[in-house]
Structures are given as C-alpha cells and as structure tokens.
C-alpha cells in the first residue's frame, strides 16, 4: 500500500471487526489479487470501488474462503481465519450475498427466508424483516422465480440478516436494477448500518455509494490503489474519475 494511501487511514475508533493484510488469490493457476490491504470498523459501510476485474468480487470470495487458494491474514473479530473453511467463516458471523443472490426458486419468500441456520444470536425475526422489506412482506407467498430482481434482492441480503451475521459482504447489490429500486437498497443499507450491521460493499455505481458508505477503497489489476473517506469525495474527484472513468 502507498505511503499516500497509509497517510489517509482513518483514526481508528478501535479494533477492525476486518482487518485483511497482503490478501493473495488464485484461481487454479490465474494469481487474482496481488496483496489487498483493507479495514473495516464496527459499525461501518466500507466499498469496494474499481472498473470490471480489478479484484472487488474476488476480495469477498477470498475472505469466505471460496477461491481455489489464498494466502496473507484475514482476520475478523480478532480471530485468524485465513486458513479456515468457508462454512467455518459463515458460522462466524460473516453473511455473503453473491452477486447471482441464490435465490431458491421452488421456495417461496418466508420459506427462503427461514432457510439459512441461525449462526448467532442478534439476528432479526420476520416480524422486523418484513418491517424493514415491505414488499416482502406482500410477497410472502410467492415463489422466488415469481419476484422481481429487486425483490430477490431484497430477499438476498434480508436472508443474511435473520442469520445474526455481523459483518455483511455484498456484492453489486444495485446491478440491472430500476432507480426506484436502487433507492429502496440505499434506504436499506443505511437503515441496517444503524441497527448496528457491518457491510462491506462491492460497487461499480460510484453516486451510490456515496450515498451509503463512510469510506471507499479503489481497486485496479487485483490490487487496493487508493482510499478515500467520504467526507474527502469532492475533493477527490479528480483522482476517483481517473481511476473509474465517473
């Protein structure tokens, strides 16, 4: 990491609930990430921002174990889990939402919902996921294949929250969808990071991700080349255009 991006850490407000260092990844033969550093805090939205193959899809599977091999330090809660198994990870309390969801599409809405184990205590019950997902509670009933891509959007990462994960890896949450909807996802974001959630966040659409996120790491050739704070954005403009052509 440059000496340019060390300086513009933030001030710890304590220990990473995420703290990765020197993140390498492969996939069979092909190295996909070249040394990725990246904290994210209690409490915190935290995204990865980059162009399509700079790494930000690959740093999530990589941190729940799903690439063919990795080596450098991940630990989450202070605890090592470089070398652990990604079902390991999950019941740790780290929920991935994938960017094709996983929706089961013979089940329908409460029945996807009550799927996933229960991994931790501090999970939400129905009763406040459909407060926070109104349309899911209307489509209750409906089978997965029956529901909009927002709607399975929605379901996917509201499946995460009933499982009591912490930490939240979402991954282009906001892909194909209708500016209504993509509101709707951003209202959520940020009303689960005020419950107390932890989200880590892959994004290509950069004007919204500053509408939800405290910081945003960019990423390029598998590798974290800048960082900046979203209270710096208008003075970083410039720099965050070169990297993403925004």
Known sequence: MSESLQASRPAATGAALLEIRNLQAWYGESHVLHGVDVDVHPGEVVTLLGRNGAGKTSTLRAIMGLVGRRTGSIRYA??????????????????????????????????NLLLPPVVLPGGLDLETIYTLFPNLKERASSQGTKLSGGEQQMLAIARILRTGAKLLLLDEPTEGLAPVIVQQIGRMIREIKARGFTVLLVEQNFRFAQTVADRHYVMEHGRVVDMVRNDELTASLGRLHAYLGV
């Open 78 to 111: 202070g605890t090592e889990t470089i070398a652990q198994r990604s079902d390991i990870i999950a019941r740790a309390g780290i929920g991935y939402c994938p960017e094709e969801r996983g929706i089961f599409a013979s089940l329908n809405v409460t029945e």
